[in-house]
Nanobody, 123 residues
Framework: QVHMAETGGGLVQPGDSLRLSCAAS????????MGWFRQAPGKEREFVAC????????DYADSVKGRFTISRDNAKNTVYLQMNSLKPGDTAVYYC????????????????WGQGTQVTVSS
């Protein structure tokens, strides 16, 4: 059983920054790729970013490229999503997830998910 918990969401203004964290249980965190997805009200869950097991490789959705940065600390079993220059269109519930493959862009590529954290960007 794997447990993952996202934290760091909140209400911010356009242009602000937030850092999301996702802490995972278990001894095998460093063996898996990780990803971030988001789901806005009335929309499908979409890929945001992914990172390979070592943290050396990352990839991003075009909509966040240059603004968001995914990283991980395997010693802390944690993956991060640094979000800068936030826009109202970034408003969504953000989920972290674990995958046995990299890169992984589809929901079906991920076997374990956190419960999500709300990010709201509004003036």
């Amino acid at each position: 059983q794997v447990h993952m918990a996202e934290t760091g969401g909140g209400l911010v203004q356009p242009g602000d920054s937030l850092r999301l964290s996702c802490a995972a249980s278990g001894r095998t965190f460093s063996s898996y790729a990780m990803g971030w997805f988001r789901q806005a009200p009335g929309k499908e869950r979409e890929f945001v970013a992914c990172i390979n097991s070592s943290g050396a490789r990352t990839d991003y959705a075009d909509s966040v490229k240059g603004r968001f940065t995914i990283s991980r600390d395997n010693a802390k079993n944690t993956v991060y999503l640094q979000m800068n220059s936030l826009k109202p269109g970034d408003t969504a519930v953000y989920y972290c997830a674990r995958s046995s493959r990299y890169p992984a862009y589809e929901i079906g590529d991920y076997g374990w998910w956190g419960q999500g954290t709300q990010v709201t960007v509004s003036s």
